[in-house]
């Protein structure tokens, strides 16, 4: 059976009249050479912004809405304070509610900008100290403001049934335009926290943390 012949390289002959070729020596431990690497500096990732509900075109959005209750809450607490016989914290409730609801909405639109003012410039990934310093603030103030939103349903609430609205003259008299503004805004808020939760989904979904903890796709496997 006849085999297939080898292809080989020869270098050229040694003399004209020679009748054979010599082999070319190959070092097989000889390394190939390596390409020279480029100077080319490979471009710059793209900056991306931090994702999250604080730096969202919602939040601002959501405190513009909720500044009116706190106004609200303030003026009135104010007009009618000590005129509530029925139960005298009410008038007090407003004030302090309002007080803590427009510093929060101060703060966090202050927080807001700074943090958008940052995510613009040459190093986004810093943190000034401005923001160090805001953000537990807010989130303390945040907490009073849900804090006085629960103590207020108590306090409202508790006297719905025994509440008189006309008679100035009764023990159980409290002024119209206080309680039933005391009321209605305690759902007003209800309204304005379901708009946030609905809102900051879509945020939540769409943040890079929330990619990062995506599995990379594996590479394929070598058998």
């Known amino acids: ?33 390596s390409r020279p690497k480029s100077s080319r500096k490979a471009p710059p ?14 939040f601002p959005i959501l405190l513009v809405l909720y500044a009116g209750v706190p106004l609200s809450q303030f003026l009135i607490g104010l007009i009618n304070i000590n005129q509530c016989t029925i139960r ?7 004030i302090l509610s309002g007080f803590f609801g427009l510093v929060f909405v101060a703060v966090g639109l202050t927080l807001y900008m700074i943090i958008i003012k940052q995510s613009s410039s040459d190093d986004p990934t810093s ?31 508790g006297v719905k049934i025994r509440v008189e609205l006309f008679d100035p003259t009764l023990p159980e008299y409290c002024p119209e335009n206080l ?8 759902f007003v808020d209800y309204i304005i926290a379901l708009i946030a939760i609905i809102l900051n989904i879509p945020t939540s979904m769409s943040s890079p943390s929330a990619q ?4 990379r796709p594996r590479g394929p496997t070598r058998k």
């Open 1 to 33: 059976m006849a085999t297939k012949p080898k292809r080989v390289t020869y270098n050229d002959a040694v003399d004209d009249n020679a009748d054979y070729l010599v082999p070319l020596q190959y070092d097989t431990n000889q390394s190939l050479p």
């Open 45 to 58: 990732p793209p900056r991306r912004r931090p994702a999250g509900f604080l730096d969202s075109i919602y």
């Open 88 to 94: 005298q914290f009410i008038p007090i409730y407003m």
């Open 127 to 157: 943190k000034p100290m401005s923001v160090k310093i805001l953000y537990p603030i807010c989130i303390l103030l945040f907490m009073s403001v849900v804090g006085w939103w629960l103590a207020g349903q108590v306090i409202v609430f």
């Open 179 to 186: 309680y039933k503004a005391a009321y209605i805004l305690i």
């Open 212 to 215: 990062h903890n995506k599995q």
